[in-house]
């Protein structure tokens, strides 16, 4: 994608803080679904108690915290996939290219750091 816009330090910057962004996202998802499968399954384990592999004693745990923080933290992982699509990142860098300002939601989420191409793993430092 930019060799279309070319090298300018400012799209670059934009790519970085797209992909940075959608990481963010994609890892909350994943760790609230790893959360709440966990936790779900803590809570259906916790009151129980067997001997010798016999459940004996068994109350009702309410699993519904679990599930309310694990929809939160998930959806925090949507909103950032949303706010950062691939479509809104062509969206923006086709703006700038035509000569616009970017966005004030852009602009002040740009680090210095997002002006450096990304680091590669077998690159040293």
């Known amino acids: 994608m930019l060799a279309r816009y070319g090298q300018k330090d400012t799209a670059v910057a934009i790519i970085n803080l797209f992909a940075k962004r959608q990481g963010g996202g994609a890892a909350w998802l994943v760790t609230s679904g790893i959360a709440t499968v966990r936790g779900y399954a803590a809570s259906r384990g916790a009151n129980q108690r067997s001997i010798n592999g016999v459940v004996v004693d068994e109350s009702d745990a309410n699993p519904a915290p679990v599930f309310i923080i694990g929809g ?22 086709t703006s700038y290219a035509a000569g616009k300002p970017l966005p004030t939601w852009v602009r002040r989420r740009l680090k210095p750091k997002f002006f450096q191409a990304p680091r590669r793993y077998n690159e040293r430092k």
């Open 72 to 93: 939160l933290a998930a959806g925090y992982g949507v909103s950032k996939l949303v706010r950062f699509s691939n479509g809104r990142l062509e969206e923006t860098l």
